[in-house]
């Protein structure tokens, strides 16, 4: 590609060797000069082979330094000289784009201005300054990013209940009713259904807003500072809490604070340990080197916690019930039973709609393959999870709506699988005709595209595969 002077004529440069071009309008058909078309950049043809099966380099580099044949010579070709493949029927969209290993971008022309500008870059030209200082370009983009702008606001309003404590006078019941309030909040805003509440009340914007407002609305995929933020304040909480109780065992100094179990001090600390590793691992720098372990220790720990949090609520309940008051009716007045009942049909919802379902697998390449699947439509910009083993691990994928029955596929969504790990590699070879489903499509980070009028869409291999549901169907401009 080349830079475009202003006042010029526009000029799309010719395609890098072993590449094709085509601007092709709605119906797939080639578009002739001054009409409106999208541009598809794609290989055009399988890469030179060795005999070992590996990129003939050699063959490669011949083609690349073979000069091509010029595009134009400044007049307007022939309809008939544009020769793009014949788009294929896909079983859910208007066109095949397994085919396509690069993005999208939109091209316009003039007929007056229809020449074709050679120019030459000056590759070593220095980049213009940057605006701002370093520090303040870290400062913007790396720590004020809005998640961790969450994330702190969770962490001030935290705060604020502590000083609100040490004015009014500490007691053991706020520091368990702060800390269940702050477990309630992070597993809640990680549900299903709240993320799609939330994901449609701020996608919900009209797009005559103005720029700056649809532009804070699509950082709702920021979301995930709320749950980071509220878990790791309930373990810091649930910290101080035993630490407190401690001193009170020791000192004898508060007489508000309440009768407290051996039994419940020592879950107390096994659920503080508890916070204490799966922080450790949700940590940026060891999430990414412990990837599989961060989930595993996620998932596992995080249900154990919860049985543990169900047993010192109990417990809690029953050492400080009134003379006269019985076990269930201690529970029922005790405010943290409640916010853990709702943590808890929050952490449980998605697997009641745990199924086996029937799956059509169309294999593309040796690389990737495309599932089909038939027991819902999605909306546009969503993701699924699958998995072979439900309760080790799962798999989430950007999915693809299809909301009309095609080619004898009914209604409802397919998803891209491309070979990047052991599972994926296992879905592409092996094609499987059913697979477990949990929870219900959730809404992602492509679910924002409906707030803006025009985007810019960049994607590479098998990463076009979540954004194919928008250029399908877009609401906008690409």
Not at 88 to 112: E, I, K, M
Not at 182 to 206: E, G, K
Request: glycine letters at 6%.
């Amino acid at each position: 590609m080349h830079g475009h002077q202003p006042g010029q004529p526009l000029s799309v440069e010719r395609p890098t060797p072993w590449n094709k071009r085509y601007t092709l309008d709605e119906s797939l058909v080639p578009v002739t000069v001054g009409e409106i078309g999208v541009s598809w950049t794609g290989s055009s043809e399988a890469l030179p082979l060795a005999e070992n099966g590996k990129l003939d380099k050699k063959a490669l580099r011949h083609v690349a330094s073979t000069p091509q044949e010029p595009i134009s010579t400044g007049k307007k070709a022939p309809y008939g000289q544009i020769l793009p493949p014949k788009p294929a029927r896909l079983g859910h969209s208007r066109s095949d784009f397994s085919a396509l290993s690069a993005p999208q971008t939109s091209s316009f022309s003039d007929p007056s201005d229809a020449t074709l500008v050679e120019e030459q870059i000056d590759l070593e030209a220095a980049l213009p300054d940057k605006k701002h200082r370093k520090y303040s370009r870290g400062l913007h983009y790396r720590v004020l990013i809005i998640y961790r702008r969450l994330s702190s606001l969770i962490s001030l309003f935290n705060t604020s209940a502590t000083i609100a404590l040490v004015m009014t006078g500490i007691s053991r019941e706020w520091l368990s009713n702060i800390t269940a309030i702050n477990l309630a909040m992070a597993v809640l805003v990680r549900q299903d259904f709240v993320i799609n509440v939330l994901y449609t009340i701020a996608c919900s914007a009209p797009k005559s807003w103005p720029l700056f407002i649809r532009a804070r609305c699509a950082k709702i995929y920021h979301l995930g500072g709320v749950h980071s933020g509220a878990a790791v304040s309930a373990g810091a909480w649930l910290l101080a809490a035993n630490i407190a109780d401690i001193v009170c065992m020791v000192s004898g100094s508060f007489s508000n604070w309440g009768k407290q179990s051996t039994t419940s001090n020592v879950i107390s600390w096994a659920l503080s340990a508890f916070f204490a590793v799966m922080i450790g691992l949700a940590w940026p720098s060891m999430r990414r080197r412990h990837h599989d372990l961060f989930e595993r220790t996620h998932r596992f720990i995080g249900w154990t916690m919860l049985v543990f949090f169900w047993v010192q609520v109990i417990i809690a309940s029953k050492d400080n019930a009134a003379t006269g008051t019985s076990l269930g009716q201690a529970c029922a007045r005790s405010s943290p039973f409640w916010l853990l009942a709702v943590a808890t049909v929050s952490v449980t919802s998605s697997w009641f709609f745990l199924r086996k379902v029937p799956v059509q697998a169309e294999k593309m390449s040796d690389h990737a393959i495309r599932l089909h699947f038939g027991y819902i439509v999605p909306v546009n910009g969503s993701f699924a999870r699958l998995s072979y083993n439900p309760l080790v691990e799962w798999h989430s994928f950007a999915t693809i709506p299809a909301p009309e029955a095609v080619n004898g596929r009914p209604k409802g969504y397919s998803l891209i699988v491309s070979n990047a790990s052991d599972w994926t590699k296992s879905t592409v070879q092996d094609s499987p005709s059913h697979i477990w489903i949990r929870g219900v499509p959730t809404c992602c980070a492509m679910r924002i595209a409906t707030l803006f009028n025009r985007l810019v869409l960049i994607a590479t291999g098998s990463g076009i595969g979540p954004i194919l549901g928008y250029i399908q169907n877009p609401s906008g401009g690409t």
